[in-house]
Structure formats: structure tokens, C-alpha cells
């Protein structure tokens, strides 16, 4: 048995989310299915987080056990073989330690939420950014972000489907950046709660656009109540960046 590491892209749009799901294809379902059809063997893939419907990913992370002797780039040509028409890519394989796992190995995990920030609507980029016509002040909405980092009770900013045990988390960094029409959030931490990004990119938004001020992003945090939040940004506009390891 070889423990294989994967780093992977997808695009979410099409997914109920990374997990298997009873009422829509995942992710995860049809890697597990494309390695069943290079290997023949039933697997689990493991992976460092679980992103929702419509959720992307640039470097995923993932791990899956195999019995069939095969070297990483023949396993890793043959899964994405097979995973052919799905926009899921398979972009690199290595060999790993049998105790090295995705999630629980994991000590950093990093998301990108971006916005396109003008009035025309989408064409080349629909379902993979968040259109916000007004104008928005970036500058702002990164000043703001900076109330978030540290340690907090995420509450606000927390999914009422949250599996979590506790709503206190620490995050690394928050920051904001405007590149021409897009403007970029970049979020990092060990860990993060059921649309706890989303929920902040919602709150940042209703700041860049003058509609809070960041005492009222402050006055949300220390509400510890989701009826505090400005909005949930949607799904497509979030990605899922990196993991990090020892």
C-alpha cells in the first residue's frame, strides 16, 4: 500500500461540494471514481478542507491510499485520463509517508475570494467571481479586515450548520487588495468555520461599498449573532488556494 499525495484544481460549479452527497455528483466522488478505474480498487480520498457548492480550488490538497505498484506521474496521467470531461485536474502526485495525512497534517490553510467590481455584466469570468457594480473602496475594506485577525468568536460570521466545536478560531491574516476592476481577499489560518470567509467578504463589502463603517464591522464581531451579518457572499466568487505542511 502507497500513500499518494495529490495537489488538485477544480472548478465547483458544477459540484454539490468536495464531499460525496446523496443529492448531486462531488468533487471527491469523481476522483474516488476516476482512481477506481485506473486501479481498480475502492478509496477514500482524504482531503485538507471541504468546500461548498460552487466553491473552486487552485491547490487543493489530498491524500489516497493504493494498493497497484505505480509510480506517481503514471497514477496522476491516469487519473486525470479518466477524469476527463469533469473540470477537475489533477496537477501533482507524490509518494508520502503512510502517517502523513491531508487534513490532520495540515497546520495552514489559505482561501481567495475575489470580486469583479464593475457595472458590465459577466462574460469570460461568470461563475467564478462575485459582481459588485457600485464602486468600491478596497482601501477601506482591507483597514477594516484588520479588526478580524487574531483570535475571536467567529459567531456572526458562522453557518447555523456549523460542525465545529467552538466558534473561536484564529486567523492569520485578512487582506485586501484591488488589482484594475478585481478587487482580491486573501484569508489565512489553521482553520476555518462553515462559511466563516464568505461571511467576512459579506461584511467587508457592505464597508467598501460605505454601507458600514468599520465600527459597525467591530459592533457584528462582538454581536456573536448571526442576525449581525451584513450578507454571505456567494459561493463562486471563493477559492480554495493552498495547504500548508510541516
Known amino acids: 500500500m502507497t500513500r499518494f499525495a495529490l495537489t ?39 482531503s485538507a478542507g471541504r468546500t461548498d457548492a460552487g466553491v473552486h480550488a487552485l491547490g487543493m490538497r489530498a491524500h489516497v491510499d493504493v494498493q497497484k505498484p505505480l509510480p506517481p506521474f503514471r497514477l496522476m496521467g491516469a487519473i486525470n485520463a479518466h477524469l476527463c470531461p469533469h473540470p477537475i485536474a489533477i496537477l501533482a502526485c507524490e509518494e508520502v509517508d503512510p502517517e502523513w495525512h491531508a487534513r490532520y497534517t495540515c497546520i495552514g490553510r489559505s482561501y481567495e475570494y475575489r470580486i469583479l467590481n464593475r457595472r458590465a455584466p459577466l462574460t469570460l469570468e461568470k461563475g467564478r467571481v462575485w459582481r459588485i457594480g ?8 482591507h483597514e477594516a479586515a484588520q479588526l478580524l485577525v487574531g483570535l475571536h468568536d467567529f459567531t456572526t460570521f458562522r453557518s447555523t450548520a ?27 489560518a489553521l482553520s476555518f468555520l462553515h462559511h466563516q470567509v464568505r461571511s467576512m467578504v459579506g461584511c467587508l463589502a457592505a464597508v467598501g461599498l460605505g454601507r458600514w463603517t468599520t465600527q459597525d464591522l467591530k459592533a457584528a464581531l462582538a454581536a456573536r449573532n448571526r442576525t449581525a451579518l451584513a450578507e454571505n457572499a456567494p459561493p463562486e466568487g471563493l477559492y480554495f488556494v493552498a495547504a500548508r505542511y510541516p
Open 134 to 141: 457600485p464602486e468600491m473602496d478596497a482601501d477601506a475594506m
Open 8 to 46: 488538485i484544481e477544480f472548478d465547483g460549479g458544477p459540484y454539490m461540494g468536495w464531499q460525496w452527497q446523496d443529492h448531486g455528483p462531488s468533487v471527491q466522488g469523481a476522483i474516488e471514481e476516476a482512481i477506481f478505474k485506473t486501479t481498480g480498487e475502492k478509496t477514500l480520498v482524504y
Open 162 to 188: 456549523c460542525q465545529s466545536a467552538s466558534p473561536l478560531k484564529t486567523l492569520d491574516r485578512l487582506n485586501v487588495r484591488r488589482e484594475g476592476d478585481h478587487i482580491i481577499v486573501e484569508a489565512a
